[in-house]
């Protein structure tokens, strides 16, 4: 029983790649600076941005309201991600957060 624990351990960390975590250092998944045409890597970057609890809740509030907020706070939310809200203000996958449809649930 001991060795399938053993092989199963080492899968599990064979199949996750680890970075050290260095103080300063923008981590490679970081939405800051990155620009692209691409529809899904901009809903991709909004995503990312929706699910970093650095710019507070983003319940009952649209991303452009979340970026403000965060702004006002001196939070330093990415302007990237307000460009690509202003760039298409009429589509609600560019306006509304991820967990827009949920927020009648409760």
């Known amino acids: 029983m001991a060795s399938s624990n053993r092989r199963r351990t080492s899968q599990i960390t064979g199949v996750y790649?680890?970075?050290?975590?260095?103080?300063?250092?923008?981590?490679?998944?970081?939405?800051?600076?990155?620009?692209?045409?691409?529809?899904?890597?901009?809903?991709?970057v909004l995503r990312q941005f929706d699910l970093n609890w650095k710019y507070g809740p983003c319940i009952n509030i649209t991303r452009l309201e979340r970026w403000d907020r965060a702004y006002k706070l001196g939070l330093q939310p990415p302007k990237v991600v307000k460009e690509m809200i202003l760039n298409h203000l009429g589509d609600r996958n560019y306006t509304e957060c991820v967990w827009s449809k949920y927020a009648g649930l409760t």
């Open 17 to 44: 790649r680890q970075e050290k975590w260095i103080p300063g250092k923008t981590p490679k998944t970081s939405i800051q600076g990155k620009t692209s045409d691409d529809p899904s890597h901009e809903l991709q």
